[in-house]
């Protein structure tokens, strides 16, 4: 492959240009070389997961074949890089300080090569949106896809297990839901402080993990940066881990999940940055549910996932720690 890309940098303010470091910008040359079967492997997984790190493209690429090398793989990203096939968001600069690695997304030309496959038509619209894309965005969607590659790592590690993720779920919703803008959004009405109160929650991640025997275990992920307010005083109005709680708690008691998304039943996963951070979800929690469906939802932080694998005694609930998702 040889390309020229001077890239969308003619299209760029002048006062950018010089903010933005050297290595988040293009080169305008590119050497040919030949697209592999790794080079596609790492091109759909950013068009799986939007963002990942070198060193998260270098696990999965170890996941999915046995071995890879962390000096071929960035080397090879700086080629799928200068010829368009992925991008480096620019707006990584911003915490390029506390970063151990690059981040990278799938660029204009790798969406294509996907499309001509057949494949990720979302990926295209996201190209569009990589330039725009925030610090606080990019580690947002880093994180998820850490906790991802969790999941799939136990999936690998145990042969009997299947990830059906996200994206992948779609074709398998109600066709009603497989038509909306959003099919994972949950709106609900829930009763708080007295009233009916319009709620709606937008999971991080929707995703199932196909068991023997055609079970399966369909979970909705949350990604707590403590950044949000765990209770807020008026949760009528303002955004708080509480209201996620009353929301899917009233998805739950509706069966808003089995109306729209066709699942029997489901749990909430939240990763938080804390064991502290954690007790006081789990404070609140008891207090909106008054100890209903403890094990509905469960927490954990990403040390726990590490040291007991994402299938693992990783979880906590509101009334046992130490607690596998393979449990029944």
Not at 63 to 78: C, D, E, M
Not at 99 to 105: E, I, K, R, S, T
Not at 171 to 182: G, H, I, S, V, Y
Not at 294 to 317: N, V
Request: charged share 25%; proline share 4%.
């Amino acid at each position: 492959m040889n390309q020229r890309s001077r890239g969308t940098m003619d299209d760029m303010p002048t006062f950018l240009r010089s903010s933005i470091p050297k290595r988040l910008v293009r080169p305008e040359t590119s050497q040919a070389f030949r697209v592999t079967e790794r080079d596609i492997a790492i091109l759909r997984a950013l068009a799986r997961w939007r963002f990942m790190t070198s060193e998260q493209i270098e696990r999965y690429l170890t996941l999915i074949y046995g071995t890879a090398s962390a000096q071929q793989v960035r080397r090879r990203l700086l080629r799928l890089f200068a010829a368009g096939l992925v991008d480096r968001p620019r707006h990584q600069h911003v915490q390029l300080s506390s970063f151990d690695f690059l981040v990278y997304a799938i660029g204009r030309k790798g969406a294509t090569l996907l499309a001509q496959q057949g494949e990720s038509i979302e990926a295209l619209q996201w190209t569009l949106k990589n330039k725009r894309a925030t610090a606080v965005h990019i580690m947002h969607t880093l994180e998820t896809t850490e906790a991802m590659l969790a999941f799939e790592a136990g999936c690998v590690r145990d042969a009997q297990l299947r990830l059906i993720d996200h994206e992948a779920l779609v074709p398998l919703l109600p066709a009603e839901t497989q038509r909306r803008d959003r099919p994972f959004r949950l709106a609900v009405k829930a009763a708080i402080e007295n009233r009916q109160v319009p709620l709606y929650v937008i999971p991080d991640r929707v995703f199932s993990v196909a068991l023997p025997g055609e079970q399966r275990i369909n979970a909705a992920l949350e990604l707590d940066r403590g950044t949000m307010s765990i209770a807020a005083k008026r949760l009528t109005s303002k955004s708080s881990f509480a209201r996620k709680i009353h929301a899917y708690m009233a998805a739950f008691q509706q069966r808003a999940h089995t109306a729209q998304w066709g699942f029997a039943s489901f749990r909430v996963l939240t990763i938080a940055p804390s064991e502290r951070r954690i007790a006081g979800m789990l404070t609140v929690q008891r207090k909106i549910t008054q100890g209903r469906l403890p094990a509905f939802f469960l927490y954990s932080t990403f040390e726990r996932l590490q040291t007991h694998g994402a299938f693992g005694a990783a979880w906590i609930t509101a009334d046992a720690d130490h607690v596998s998702l393979l449990e029944r």
